[in-house]
């Protein structure tokens, strides 16, 4: 998801646009069985229906029933898993206990991180 640096209160998230590499990427890792990938993200408490639209959101871009694999949190430290791919270190994903790779769109290739995943 598209949204101004350090932004999210106050964004319009139905308006977003996806990072279509990024969407393929989620796509090839869902259907290869050696992976089981969930989505986890955060919406501003100040705007409970920013919290729909990122869930329609992901419906919208990623798929029917990829909200099955949303969850909304503040808290991504307390997610088991090994390996979490977000644009910040906020909410606790500076402190996720596997590896945080930390993507912004034109600073790290798709490639970079297939080969980071090991995929």
């Given at each position: 998801m598209r949204y101004p640096e350090g932004q999210d209160d106050?964004?319009?998230?139905h308006a977003l646009g996806p990072i279509p590499e990024m969407v393929e990427l989620y796509q090839r890792l869902v259907r290869d069985e050696r992976y089981e990938v969930y989505i986890a993200s955060t919406a501003p408490w100040s705007e409970p229906e920013a919290w729909m639209a990122k869930r329609l959101?992901?419906?919208?871009?990623?798929?029917?029933?990829?909200?099955?694999?949303?969850?909304?949190?503040?808290?991504?430290?307390?997610?088991?898993?090994?390996y979490?791919?977000?644009?910040?270190?906020?909410?606790?994903?500076?402190e996720f206990r596997g590896e945080?790779?930390?993507y912004r769109e034109?600073?790290?290739?798709?490639a970079e991180i297939e080969e980071r995943i090991g995929y």
């Amino acid at each position: 998801m598209r949204y101004p640096e350090g932004q999210d209160d106050g964004v319009d998230f139905h308006a977003l646009g996806p990072i279509p590499e990024m969407v393929e990427l989620y796509q090839r890792l869902v259907r290869d069985e050696r992976y089981e990938v969930y989505i986890a993200s955060t919406a501003p408490w100040s705007e409970p229906e920013a919290w729909m639209a990122k869930r329609l959101w992901v419906e919208r871009y990623l798929g029917e029933g990829a909200f099955k694999r949303l969850t909304l949190t503040h808290h991504k430290e307390m997610l088991i898993g090994d390996y979490l791919i977000d644009d910040r270190l906020a909410n606790g994903a500076a402190e996720f206990r596997g590896e945080h790779i930390q993507y912004r769109e034109g600073e790290m290739s798709i490639a970079e991180i297939e080969e980071r995943i090991g995929y």
